[in-house]
């Protein structure tokens, strides 16, 4: 039977969100099967943004009418025949998970003293123990205790096991005196604190409230959060000084002074970055004026509505955000605080949650950035260009994965971050052609490359080129290692690894690995991206470094040397490379377990193995495949991955003294921030170096 946890509130406004979402996340990188529960839907007329947010959820796969319960409507009606429909609704949800996140009521359709009751009811129904969240907003601590102690009275009394109490919206200088006043033994309590941004509405969201239309900039920037709110009806140099950053002007639309003038500002370096325009009273650019505004070519969303100054000044006034998943911002900072606030192991252990003996691909991917978060090291991204290097880089610093410097023109890239409302204040930008970095850089390089003829004058000129700068800030010390690729080809990335960094001691080649994420193991792919048709030696090399790949990433490494024949049946050069190969692996590390050469199917079907090599430790069980050529290795890889669904992380170069790592200009964002955190374990294996240019060189 799933193991079950009910969140449940005594009001409104609490952000239970927050707490389910990161529920959700804590439960998703413990169990194989997570599902979610809404015993009553907010509105039969729209769908619940809270299980749609919960259901995005990577480590979530049911459908959202599969999720709801039953209607306000029905408890209306007959509240126990409600009951009823819900609890077996539940069970329907609860027979295909192994944990399911049930979300109580919220207080939008029926205020009143019994809400609180009828959800004690539900979750004593269930048989699912509470968690219950209290509003921790404009409240003192003594407040807050008092609105627990009523609460908890009122779920005790239907029946409802109380697990563990969490304040949400508290004031940042009174978490530990909340926390301490809710504490009580057998009942763990934690306190989170009030974020102006998680209750932030989006320009889209005002756009909606105001019925209003988009007749200017880019339609991606309306996801943008609204941080400030300003009526603009005086003049414009007096309006100039009152904006912020992330801030929505409403102003009347014949106001073109004040339409043009924020257009400017927007643009202009020093200058505040706004979320967006908002004209009012039904008036819109003329011609002329929508042709000059056009011609400025700025990306800030315009609004337009026929509502007047008051109403829509009102209506965006009172409009409050919600925790969404088309928001990665807010789904970051919500999972951070609930990361950094709430003790996760402690609330599992109030569950008895058990952690299977599988590893999906999720509990992998949460694994990395642990790991990558226990011992921060800094990353060097160099293409700071590309909107999703930057939309990854701020879930990594919001995250605390790993510390980031992002290569580019310093005023374009943040000015990019605050248009697409993204948190990069913790990272550090740096200008590839900033003339200091050049200086000391350009000696470095020549004399790494004086045997091929380099000069200190040619290499000024190839150093600003983003992978060389990046490649040399990490053999320099200023980087642990590098991840570049959206933007560039292979070789543009790597190749200045081979010049510059360089193969690690007993490492004669580099090579790549793929971490193979299948529905409940985790396998190592090599070589699969550099090496086209290596040889024996080359072989060897790959399977030790692919070894070291996988114990670096908690798997134990029996690595199987793939040909088209096993053992000793088959003959021919190509079986003859790998059985050569075999033996120098396990001349150089007799300590591995290795097999070859061996066939896919008897290095990973163990009744398979039972008939063609029943002695082998490695047959049937091998968790790192070393492929006989490029052609193989690449076409397996991608039909595993899409025909068995699995999940490709990589290609992980291996080999090198310092870690770089290579993205497919197809990555996506969780791609990015996937390579980033295995980059940073494989900086936290690396043993320090002198970082002079003598000792470099």
Not at 527 to 544: G, M, N, R, S, W
Not at 648 to 673: E, H, M, Y
Request: some cysteine; charged content about 20%; hydrophobic content about 45%.
């Amino acid at each position: 039977m799933a193991r079950s946890i009910y969140l449940t509130s005594p009001e409104g406004d609490t952000g239970k969100s927050t707490v389910a979402l990161g529920l959700v996340d804590l439960l998703a990188r413990t169990v194989q099967r997570v599902g979610v529960f809404r015993p009553v839907a907010r509105s039969t007329e729209s769908k619940d943004y809270v299980l749609e947010l919960l259901l995005e959820h990577d480590g979530v796969d049911l459908s959202y009418d599969e999720c709801v319960g039953t209607t306000y409507d029905d408890v209306h009606a007959d509240a126990e025949a409600a009951l009823s429909r819900i609890v077996s609704r539940f069970h329907a949800v609860e027979r295909r998970c192994d944990a399911v996140v049930v979300v109580g009521t919220d207080y939008t359709d029926i205020s009143s003293p019994t809400e609180l009751a009828f959800n004690a009811r539900i979750a004593a129904n269930l048989g699912a123990p509470v968690v219950l969240v209290v509003k921790g907003h404009r409240r003192s601590a003594s407040e807050i205790a008092q609105v627990v102690e009523v609460a908890t009275s009122e779920l005790s009394a239907n029946h409802a096991h109380i697990a563990a109490v969490v304040a949400n919206r508290c004031a940042a200088d009174s978490l530990d005196v909340v926390q301490r006043l809710l504490d009580q033994p057998g009942r763990p309590a934690w306190a989170l604190p009030e974020s102006a941004l998680l209750s932030a509405p989006t320009m889209r969201q005002l756009s909606d409230a105001v019925n209003g239309t988009l007749i200017s900039g880019d339609p991606e920037l309306l996801g943008r959060e609204v941080l400030d709110m300003l009526v603009g009806a005086m003049e414009v140099e007096h309006l100039l000084g009152r904006i912020s950053d992330g801030a929505v002007v409403m102003t009347p639309g014949d106001r073109t002074d004040i339409l043009l003038g924020l257009l400017l500002a927007h643009q202009a370096d020093g200058f505040p970055t706004l979320a967006g325009i908002i004209l009012n009273g039904g008036f819109r650019p003329t011609k002329p004026v929508q042709h000059l505004v056009d011609g400025i070519g700025s990306r800030l969303p315009i609004i337009a509505t026929d509502l007047g100054t008051f109403r829509t000044a009102s209506t965006v006034a009172g409009t409050r955000g919600r925790l969404s998943s088309d928001s990665q911002r807010k789904v970051d900072l919500a999972l951070a605080l609930f990361e950094r606030h709430v003790d996760g192991p402690a609330l599992l252990a109030r569950l008895d949650v058990a952690r299977p003996d599988v590893v999906t691909p999720l509990m992998f991917e949460y694994g990395l950035l642990d790991r990558a978060r226990s011992d921060r090291k800094r990353i060097v991204l160099p293409e700071g260009n590309d909107d999703r290097i930057l939309r990854a880089a701020s879930t990594l610093l919001e995250r605390g994965v790993a510390d980031l410097t992002i290569l580019g023109e310093e005023s374009a890239i943040r000015a990019r971050a605050a248009e697409l409302g993204l948190a990069l204040d913790a990272a550090d930008v740096i200008d590839p052609h900033d003339p200091e970095y050049v200086e000391k850089f350009a000696p470095v390089y020549a004399q790494l490359r004086a045997h091929k003829g380099m000069t200190v004058e040619r290499a000024r000129e190839i150093v600003p080129s983003v992978s060389y700068f990046g490649t040399l800030m990490v053999q320099l010390g200023l980087a642990d290692g590098m991840v570049s690729g959206a933007l560039h080809t292979t070789a543009h990335t790597i190749k200045p690894s081979f010049e510059i960094i360089k193969t690690a001691p007993g490492v004669s080649n580099v090579s790549s690995a793929f971490l193979m994420c299948l529905e409940d193991r985790v396998l190592v792919y090599a070589d699969c991206a550099v090496i086209p048709d290596p040889t024996a030696e080359q072989l060897a090399d790959i399977a030790i470094s692919s070894a070291a790949t996988a114990e670096q990433f908690g798997i134990e490494p029996r690595i199987a040397m793939l040909s088209y024949s096993t053992g000793e049946s088959g003959t021919g050069a190509d079986v003859d490379k790998v059985r050569a190969a075999t033996a120098l692996v396990r001349e150089r590390r007799p300590d591995l377990s290795v097999e070859g050469p061996i066939q896919y199917d008897a290095a990973v079907d163990a009744s398979v193995a039972k008939t063609k090599m029943p002695d082998s430790a490695v047959a049937g069980r091998a968790t790192v495949f070393v492929f006989p050529d490029l052609n193989t290795g690449n076409n397996t890889y991608k039909a595993v991955q899409r025909s068995a669904g699995a999940v490709a992380i990589g290609p992980v170069l291996q080999g090198l003294r310092k870690p770089v790592n290579d993205l497919s200009r197809g990555a996506l964002v969780q791609d990015i921030v996937n390579t980033v955190a295995i980059t940073a374990i494989q900086a936290q294996a690396e043993l320090p170096t002198t970082t002079t240019p003598e000792a470099s060189a």
